[in-house]
């Protein structure tokens, strides 16, 4: 319930640095795997200073804030280079969004209405495997698309691409790739699938999050090297 009557900024201030300071103690301590995704102190306190200065920016406003619109467009381009778009790669189209779960679910509802007007699928259905991110069974609950779920192979905990094959059918639209997965941190076949998706017409999509990782690629476990999303054909969301 609202208090009567409200704290002193001083109090919320030491309340915030009591949580906040007991809480980032945990991951400065190393015992966090993932959760936690930064570039060390420096890092961190330039990415203060800009959220500071941009607290109160409405992008919704792009005629008062245009500079936000310009930092977009340059983060979609660096982005499509990194993963194989640009001057001489795929032509690549993007947006930025709040995180990972809104990604993905708009890269659902792209394909939700492009399949519909395209293809008249009216029921879609799109495929993941058992340990796909949470995102996409919101998404499906949001947005009306039925969700099938194949296993994963117990040897290499990624995607049964057999199950897989199996489960696509007449409406299927997005074949949804996890790069990593969340229990155990394997990234699925993403050429084998995007070979599918062009097969059968699919859409398909997978998380960028395996291009930032890149460089420490250690930290995903996976038993081939990555590949760069945008040369595989088929794909054609990343998130
Ligand atoms: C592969 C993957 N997909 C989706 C998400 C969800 O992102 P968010 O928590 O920003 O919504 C995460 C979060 O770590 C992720 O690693």
């Given at each position: 319930?609202?208090?009567?009557?409200?704290?002193?900024?001083?109090?919320?201030?030491?309340?915030?640095?009591?949580?906040?300071?007991?809480?980032?103690?945990?991951?400065?301590?190393?015992?966090?795997?993932?959760?936690?995704?930064?570039?060390?102190?420096?890092?961190?306190?330039?990415?203060?200073?800009?959220?500071?200065?941009?607290?109160?920016?409405?992008?919704?406003?792009?005629?008062?804030?245009?500079?936000?619109?310009?930092?977009?467009?340059?983060?979609?381009?660096m982005t499509a280079a990194l993963v194989g778009g640009g001057e001489g790669g795929r032509d690549v189209r993007g947006g930025t969004t709040s995180g990972g779960t809104e990604s993905i679910i708009l890269a659902m509802k792209a394909h939700r209405d492009y399949y519909r007007s395209e293809h008249g699928i009216t029921d879609p259905d799109m495929v993941c495997c058992i340990t796909a991110h949470a995102a996409v069974d919101k998404g499906c609950e949001m947005l009306g698309i039925r969700l099938k779920k194949v296993p994963s192979d117990p040897r290499t905990h990624t995607m049964d691409l057999s199950a897989l094959q199996a489960a696509i059918g007449p409406n299927t639209i997005l074949l949804y790739a996890s790069a990593p997965n969340f229990p155990q941190g394997t990234v699925d076949d993403i050429p084998a699938m995007a070979a599918l998706a062009k097969r059968y017409g699919t859409g398909m999509s997978v998380p960028a999050i395996t291009d930032f990782q890149r460089p420490s690629s250690a930290l995903v476990l996976t038993s081939s090297p990555l590949p760069t999303p945008l040369s595989c054909p088929g794909l054609d969301v990343m998130t």
């Open positions: 319930m609202l208090p009567e009557t409200g704290l002193p900024a001083q109090r919320i201030r030491a309340m915030l640095r009591e949580s906040a300071g007991a809480e980032n103690a945990v991951w400065k301590a190393g015992k966090c795997s993932g959760s936690v995704y930064h570039g060390g102190a420096e890092h961190q306190a330039l990415l203060n200073e800009a959220f500071s200065l941009y607290s109160l920016a409405n992008p919704l406003h792009a005629d008062v804030f245009p500079s936000l619109v310009k930092f977009e467009a340059e983060i979609v381009s």
